[in-house]
């Protein structure tokens, strides 16, 4: 006998969301853990050390020091990589679980079964990233694409949620504004993908403590060329960076000028949003996007301290859930889930 729909439908979306604060969990714990240093802690993967959870013991840690010479325990970190192993590892059979509850509903859940199955692919191919970031110690071009992968994923999980918390608008002439989110989210991706190159190759205060100039000057040395090379093979330990400054320097200021254009493009939203009655969305639009500026000029202010260098990632990841849900508020058509 088929359930009725009122049933299934309650129970996805809290999962769903379930979802979307776990994966909210996995992007902040992971940058807690690349920002603290932590990210080649375990020299090994997907064990630490060869051991499942980390050496804790002063036997296990000397055991694991002969074992692996070229990286001695650091107990007070590898636990921060591990933990996230297994953290990400919930995600992923969290994921799983939604998607394989939508397919067997797939006549009353649409086009989100699919959506599911895609977030299943692509926490996957995030664990083969998670992994290379391990054996191909922290290169860049991965740690870039770890972060991407991870945003990526919540985004579609909280778009399912999205979809199952809210009704359409419902109405035809909001076009103009659902590309204007579209674009928003567009840039907000390259702005994050900026944001994770800047961080993986140690850019971050390539001008000091100084906002909004750089190292006293306008624009300082620059090197462009070498600042976006995303490829230099394999065998490199990229912890701690191999650019010089003024690559660092390039890669500063392009996530600064990113920044200012994201900037300038939402605040278009908002007025855009604000002047078709969405109100509420264009308030928090605009609080999401203060929010994460804020939080970009402390970490070059403050020195990158790490709460504010961490919750920087969680800004990213509220940005992109309140467009999302604009974005889904915005859809013309009823939904077969919005009766």
């Known amino acids: 006998m088929t359930r009725p729909t009122f049933i299934t439908r309650p129970l996805l979306r809290n999962l769903a969301w379930f979802a979307v604060a776990f994966a909210l969990l996995v992007i902040v714990f992971g940058a807690f853990v ?158 994050i993908a900026l944001g994770g190159w800047t961080s993986a190759n140690y850019a971050a205060l390539a001008c000091g403590t100084d906002f909004p100039t750089c190292a006293g000057q306008w624009w300082p040395a620059t090197d462009f060329r070498e600042a976006f090379v995303l490829w230099r093979g394999i065998g490199v330990n990229y912890e701690g960076g191999v650019l010089d400054a003024d690559a660092r320097t390039a890669i500063q200021l392009s996530h600064r000028i990113g920044a200012l254009l994201v900037f300038g493009h939402l605040l278009g939203v908002v007025a855009a949003a604000w002047r078709r009655g969405f109100g509420r969305w264009a308030l928090a639009v605009l609080a999401a996007l203060l929010l994460q500026i804020a939080l970009g000029v402390s970490n070059v202010l403050l020195g990158l301290p790490l709460p504010v260098a961490t919750a920087h990632n969680a800004g990213a990841a509220l940005l992109l859930l309140v467009l999302v849900g604009l974005l889904v508020r915005l859809r013309p058509a009823p939904s077969p889930l919005a009766g």
């Open 34 to 191: 690349r920002l603290s240093n932590a990210g080649l802690s375990c020299p090994d993967w997907p064990t630490c050390y060869g051991k499942l959870t980390w050496p804790k013991h002063d036997h296990e840690i000397e055991a694991a020091n002969a074992a692996f010479p070229e990286r001695a325990v650091e107990s007070h970190k590898a636990w921060r990589e591990q933990v996230h192993r297994f953290l990400a590892g919930g995600l992923i059979l969290t994921t799983f679980t939604l998607a394989a509850f939508a397919v067997l509903r797939r006549r009353e859940f649409g086009s989100l079964a699919g959506v599911l199955v895609g977030a299943s692919v692509l926490i996957v191919f995030q664990a083969l990233l998670g992994m290379w970031t391990v054996t191909w110690k922290l290169k860049p071009v991965v740690v870039m694409a770890h972060l991407l992968g991870g945003l990526s994923t919540f985004s579609l999980l909280s778009y399912v949620a999205l979809r199952l918390s809210l009704a359409p608008f419902g109405r035809v002439d909001t076009a103009a504004l659902r590309r204007l989110v579209v674009v928003g989210l567009v840039l907000v991706a390259l702005q």
